[in-house]
């Protein structure tokens, strides 16, 4: 009987440890964009993924405060390259990153009519994501949005050329509900 449970707790301890050294790989790969699991990409019948806007760099890189990449993490923000780790941001780019995701809310919810809200996990995410690169990359938007929030007040975003490409992002991934008519 002991045998049995030493052959019990030695396989629980080989399993606790085989998981414990996978898991720096895990991390690694997700962040290289490599999966350990996903095959290789097929060379013929690949379509590859258009790149996602990129902002460009200001400040001194590596200047965020620990409370900007406090907020970053809170809101979950994964590093963009040529940045690997958080800190890499200058203080600039950190509130140019909250600014835009403070913005990006505040568009879905104008545009969605607050029906944002109610999207599945995965489309919102995609939603805000898609926003934030957006407003990032595109120099007339980013003002735009960096403006908006600090101008100190959540009040409704004026409704210009400018707020079209950010409503235009938001119209990729929602479609209104059609009102229905009964017979």
Not at 6 to 21: K, Q
Not at 165 to 174: C, E, F, G, N, S
């Amino acid at each position: 009987m002991t045998l049995v449970r030493w052959l019990g707790s030695l396989v629980v301890w080989l399993a606790s440890l085989a998981a414990l050294l996978a898991m720096p790989w895990r991390w690694f790969g997700r962040r290289s964009g490599l999966s350990a699991l996903a095959p290789p990409p097929d060379a013929e019948g690949a379509t590859a993924e258009p790149p996602w806007p990129q902002m460009p760099r200001i400040g001194k890189p590596g200047s965020a405060t620990d409370d900007q990449v406090e907020a970053l993490m809170e809101a979950r923000v994964v590093p963009a390259p040529p940045c690997r780790d958080l800190h890499d941001y200058s203080q600039e780019e950190a509130a140019a990153i909250l600014d835009a995701i403070a913005f990006a809310r505040a568009v879905a919810s104008q545009v969605t009519g607050g029906e944002d809200e109610e999207a599945p996990p995965e489309v919102l995410t995609a939603l805000y994501n898609d926003l934030v690169a957006t407003t990032l990359a595109d120099e007339e938007l980013r003002e735009f949005a960096l403006r908006w929030a600090r101008s100190g007040q959540p009040t409704l975003i004026r409704e210009n050329t400018t707020f079209q490409k950010a409503r235009a992002a938001v119209l990729r991934h929602w479609q209104p509900h059609e009102a229905t008519t009964a017979p």
